[in-house]
């Protein structure tokens, strides 16, 4: 991991940047990506961005957010992001069932359609057109769009975390996540779909 102390001009500019913006500090996989300056810099605005600027309203971006940190089993990312996502208001009960891999009892037709799309697009790397036209009955193109980049984004944020064996924040902080015996060699599905009714 990058250590301040050691940083070359170039990188503490770019370590400054990032700890003066909505962040406040160096985190998670920029501990890393601060080893390429260049990329480090990029990364954190469109980070910045998609997470506090884009035109999704935060209980939907921090759904598909742990969503996509349940998927990639990326503790860091898990544990951080769930503690947000019950700040905006996600049913502690969707977050827990989302972290254990069952079905979630989401009543919030527009955040069902959220779950829908995301968990499509984790686990095919597409969307069906039912799903996706689902989604657009509740959110307008732009939204759907950044929706699309935040799972990109933070699927980039978890493979970085993961490969990296970025340590959880508080090195006292127990595993959130409970990881199948072969997590290294097999990717489990672990985003149930909604039942139809």
């Not at 469109?46 to 089993?73: C, H, K, Q, V």
Request: hydrophobic fraction near 45%; charged fraction near 20%.
């Amino acid at each position: 991991m990058a250590d301040a102390g050691t940083l070359s001009d170039r990188q503490r500019a770019v370590y400054e940047k990032i700890v003066a913006g909505k962040r406040g500090q160096l985190a998670g996989p920029f501990r890393v990506a601060l080893y390429s300056p260049e990329l480090a810099d990029r990364w954190q605005a469109l980070g910045e961005f998609l997470r506090y600027d884009s035109s999704l309203p935060p209980m939907l971006s921090e759904l598909a957010i742990i969503m996509t940190g349940r998927y990639w089993n990326a503790q860091v990312e898990w544990l951080i992001h769930a503690s947000v996502a019950a700040e905006v208001g996600i049913a502690r009960d969707v977050i827990e069932a989302i972290r254990n891999g069952v079905v979630p009892e989401i009543k919030d037709a527009e955040q069902a359609a959220i779950y829908e799309f995301t968990r499509e697009l984790l686990e095919f790397g597409q969307v069906g057109d039912d799903v996706y036209q689902s989604l657009l009955r509740h959110i307008d193109t732009v939204a759907l769009v950044e929706l699309t980049a935040l799972v990109g984004y933070y699927s980039m944020v978890a493979m970085t975390l993961n490969a990296h064996d970025v340590p959880l924040p508080d090195h006292g902080t127990a595993a959130p996540l409970d990881l199948p015996a072969n997590a290294e060699l097999i990717k489990p599905t672990c985003l149930p779909a909604l039942a139809t009714e």
